[in-house]
Every structure is written in structure tokens, then in C-alpha cells.
């Protein structure tokens, strides 16, 4: 998604610090929609997003996914994939791109995705 007038301004990831990307142009509109619904649950999950996107305790709030959902694909590479649970249906899911130290948010929004309930 390339930025334009009015748009938020994100800044570059500081050494040791990941970058967090959108996958696609509906995980931008939902991030927007989150950040709208949950501010501070929204900024506290980009925090977590930019330093420890892989915590060594997962919670239930932020852990991997399982089984199928356990990985994805963005451009060709495999990557872990992990959510991060922002309100009681809010999520975000992430692609973990060790390669080049990104985020891709694959998934945010304030209903509970759908790709769960098999």
C-alpha cells in the first residue's frame, strides 16, 4: 500500500527493531479500524510487533498459530505465522520474516477471522 496525503507516517525500525509491513491493502483497512476501536491495545501490539513479534513465553494473547495456520506464505518465502489478540475479537496475524527482520501483517481487524472457526 503506498502512503498519500493524510496518511499516517510510520517510522523506519531502529536497529534491532523489526519493520511491520501490510501484506495487503484489507490488513491496512483493518489495522485503521483497530487503531479507531482499541488505540492503546493497537499501539501496545505494534510495540510488541517492533521489539518481541517472537516471545520466548507465549501468552494467550500472543502466541503461534496451530496447525494449518501455523505458517504462511508472502512472496515466495514460508514464514512462521503468530497473532496477537487486541481486544476480546480483535486480532492481528502476522508473518514472521526472519530474512529480512519484517512483520507482514497478513490479518487486523475487530472481528474474530473467520479462517478459525473449521
Given at each position: 500500500?503506498?502512503?498519500?496525503?493524510?496518511d499516517r507516517a510510520a517510522?523506519?525500525?531502529?536497529?534491532?527493531?523489526?519493520?511491520?509491513?501490510?501484506?495487503?491493502?484489507?490488513?491496512?483497512?483493518?489495522?485503521?479500524?483497530?487503531?479507531?476501536?482499541?488505540p492503546e491495545n493497537t499501539?501496545?501490539?505494534?510495540?510488541?510487533?517492533?521489539?518481541?513479534p517472537r516471545p520466548v513465553?507465549?501468552?494467550?494473547?500472543?502466541?503461534?498459530?496451530?496447525?494449518?495456520?501455523?505458517?504462511?506464505?508472502?512472496?515466495?518465502?514460508?514464514?512462521?505465522?503468530?497473532?496477537?489478540?487486541?481486544?476480546?475479537?480483535?486480532?492481528?496475524?502476522?508473518?514472521?520474516?526472519?530474512?529480512?527482520?519484517?512483520?507482514?501483517?497478513?490479518?487486523?481487524?475487530?472481528?474474530?477471522?473467520?479462517?478459525?472457526?473449521?
Open positions: 500500500m503506498t502512503p498519500a496525503r493524510g517510522p523506519p525500525a531502529p536497529g534491532g527493531q523489526w519493520e511491520v509491513r501490510f501484506a495487503d491493502a484489507a490488513a491496512a483497512k483493518g489495522w485503521e479500524n483497530l487503531c479507531q476501536q482499541a499501539y501496545r501490539a505494534w510495540l510488541a510487533l517492533r521489539t518481541d513465553v507465549e501468552t494467550p494473547r500472543h502466541h503461534r498459530l496451530k496447525g494449518s495456520l501455523a505458517h504462511g506464505t508472502y512472496r515466495g518465502r514460508t514464514c512462521e505465522q503468530w497473532q496477537i489478540e487486541v481486544t476480546g475479537a480483535g486480532r492481528i496475524w502476522y508473518l514472521l520474516d526472519t530474512a529480512r527482520d519484517t512483520c507482514w501483517l497478513t490479518y487486523a481487524g475487530t472481528a474474530h477471522p473467520r479462517a478459525t472457526d473449521r
